[in-house]
Nanobody
């Protein structure tokens, strides 16, 4: 059984940076695309970034493009989200997710992901 565990969240001032990590255990991590999503209070879960299993293709939400970078280290079964120039509107619980389906491009729709971590809180103060 695969498990995903996120870490790296916290409280940061606007303009600051955080790096989230998500470690997968239990299966061949390199076989799956990975995504990061976030959910703010009272809002739906939204796509942030995704990366193909080889790391060759990455996708970003327009709201984070140029500020966030998704990467993965298949040897460490870990996917990262480097977040720079953080804004108060980035405040949310951030989730990593695993997609067991083989697709040409990583998915942006939460319902297409099969496994989710427990989430890590990111709070950006103004």
């Amino acid at each position: 059984q695969v498990q995903l565990v996120e870490s790296g969240g916290g409280l940061v001032q606007a303009g600051g940076s955080l790096k989230l990590s998500c470690v997968a255990s239990g299966r061949t991590f390199s076989s799956y695309a990975m995504g990061w999503f976030r959910q703010a209070p009272g809002k739906e879960r939204e796509f942030v970034a995704a990366i193909r299993r080889s790391g060759s293709i990455t996708l970003y939400a327009d709201s984070v493009k140029g500020r966030f970078t998704i990467s993965r280290d298949n040897a460490k079964n870990t996917v990262y989200l480097q977040m720079n120039s953080l804004k108060p509107e980035d405040t949310a619980v951030y989730y990593c997710a695993l997609d067991m389906e083989t697709r040409l491009f990583p998915a942006k729709v939460p319902a297409l992901y099969d496994l989710w971590g427990q989430g890590t809180q990111v709070t950006v103060s103004s």
